[in-house]
């Protein structure tokens, strides 16, 4: 065979080639090999976090592979959950990746509801800008801050903003306790901090609607709890009875389930107190020594006032009582009894978000059985709630603008007239804004809240917005609220950013939980405690001033110095660590685990938590703060602040109307619960009742597929929402399980499936507040006056059903 030069040339150069494709092939293959070899043994880590989906604030560990969250459980070394979730707990997996997730910043364009993305930088010069010349123009007080559900720093930061730029227009959404018990508590008591229910030692728990088992403050911690009622080594099997008008699921597992007409709570609190003061079962030590108002009286004027005790035994006869909640009196006895003999008892009242409008006195009612069985300061009883010691922060530094700015008055008059005894009364917003009452809002701020969806008068506040020139919204997600934004600036999901927890609702010690980010950032958000910290640093003078952090967790890192600091308390470890550490302590010894305060906030870092178990001031004189010293049936400091209103603003001032009218006499400064007048069924003879599922997150949740598509096993529903009927009821309205039903109120009307529920009064609905989405009972509440809350009577409308 003849090869030629240009042949030969020409193999050689095609033999080079193949060799250089396979060795291209080879590195190809090879750099498969290595990725295939790292997918299938990724870098582990483990990550302390806190679970945002409820109040509870669980402790959680998120795994990540290779830097990417891809599992959730929960921490075994924190005191709240102790390793155990409930199902909320697993929806912030789908938090963090879900696909319709704003990608960062967005900018109204043109009309309200159409966007484009801008870049960050822009953004927060568009806020800066907008915010500077209000303060300039002296209309900072026109600046709104409306706030949700969440606590902490946070909470600090959004206040010292408010502060410095000279709004006192910063208005909190506090439609869930702890809050709104304290205010019996503060009456009755003379605290201001919530009081702690020390549930995990009772030996008998009285329950008045409070879904310990489901949706109340924590359910993973009071699922502990009950269950140590149940059962324990220690000591007998406890009880534990529920007082609701629907068999929930915290009902089905009480050994007693007491239905009540809805309303009538505080009535049957003191149709017991009358069985026990008349079968002498209340603890008379007690009442005779720290206690004022039990007994009949003369003020300073000489004048003979009646005492709780005559109130009860005169007003409220076991009959009278029956008749009034629908519950025999052979029960009210018998819970009676258990009360004055099971020792420690507990009374625990939480009817959903309110009782009605008698709220505070049917509150206050509640809170007097704790007084007649002397559970305050003990264990098993009712604890205060521990103070954290944390750093003190600098002082917010004012401007002549930011003063100007506080001198006007709120625009929810919360603190004032009606509404004298709340901290916000969100309630009110939209009517005030559409009035221009005080004055004009000129700039809201929406941050961890969807008014649109979940404000009793949602399309009043729609119309407001549209009044409103300049709306930021800092939500992850184009949400009702969000859409009629001028700007978003969206926030990251809890597993992406530092974040602290300062849990207010636990008796038995103090929790400060502390989170780094588990996860880097998904898209181009930030973490809102980061954005006020450069709008603060944009507007420069004082507001920069009261601002001294580059970064929220050096905020953090400041204020948890404190802990370090304190003397006491320990970052949380393992169960025979802390359990030596607990003996010390109250022996009196106590001993550093970290020689500086950086080991500290490392391993607080690591470990999730600082608790302390053993320092909490339980004493009954810590608990007794009234100007008597002592727990006040009749309520001193009531009557100086209505005193103070009729002096201020006549015999008819809104506050004193709003608990019933000076005509009620000293009756306004007891626990004096109006027995409700039978009602005539009318156009709307249902009443309709709301409630949240365990597996819904505070907020709704409709982002998170797990868990919509939990099962409400009792009426065997998920997915979509439904509407629960007595089948005496249904049957009389020819409506089977499954139907489509109208569910219509004087406000409108909703389309939903009919479930046939026997653990419901024939004459309440329930629906539950489902959060996917479809028809929102919202749409049939109506927006009742709540001058004790602030938020409004969510469970007090009347319905009916017919079939679609």
Known sequence: MRVTRRGFLQVLGGTAGAAALVRGKLTTAEQASQDLTRWATPEETVIPSICQQCPGGCGLLVRTLDGEVAGISG????????????????????????PNRLKGPMARDGERGRFRPIGWDEAVGLVTKRLSELRAQGLSHTVAILGGQYRGYRDTLWKRFALACGTPNYVRVRCLPPEIPALAHQLMQGVTTPLGYDLGEAQFILSFGAGLLEAWLGPVHASQAFARLRRSGERPRGRFVQVDPRRSPTAVKADRWVPIVPGTDGVLALGIANAMIREGLYDQEFVDNHTFGFEDWTDGAGRRLMGFKNLVLK???????SAATGVPVKTILEIARDLGTIKPALVVGERGPAYGPDDLHTRMAIHSLNALIGNIGIRGGLLIQGELPLAPLPSVQQDEAAKRGLDHSRIDGAGRGEYLLVSDAPQVIPERILEGKPYPINALFLFATNPLANHPAKEQFAEAMNRIPFIVSFSPFLDESSAMADLILPDHTFL????????????GFTCFSLTRPAATPLHQTRNSADVVLQLAKALGGSVAESFPWEKYDDLLYEGARGLYDAGRGYVVSVHAEESLRKILERQGYWTPEFESYDDFWDALGKRGAWWDPTGLPVSRKALLRTPSGKFEFYSTGLKRLVDEAVKREGKTAPFVSALGGRDRGDLLFLPAVAIPPAREPGGFPLRLNSYRLMSRPTGGGRNQPWLLEQPAVHVRASWEGWVEIHPKTAAGLGVKDGDWVWVESAKGRIKLKAKLYPGTLPDIVQIPLFGGEGPNPNDLIANEADPFRGFGLLNTTRVKVRKA
């Not at 007003?315 to 009582?321: K, Q």
């Open 496 to 507: 992406e950013r530092w974040q602290d927890d300062q849990v207010t609702h636990l008796a």
């Open 315 to 321: 007003e409220y006869g076991l009959l009278t009582v």
């Open 75 to 98: 921490n075994p070394l924190h005191p709240i959950n102790r390793g155990t979730l409930c199902p909320k707990a697993f929806g912030g997996l789908q938090l963090l990746y879900d």
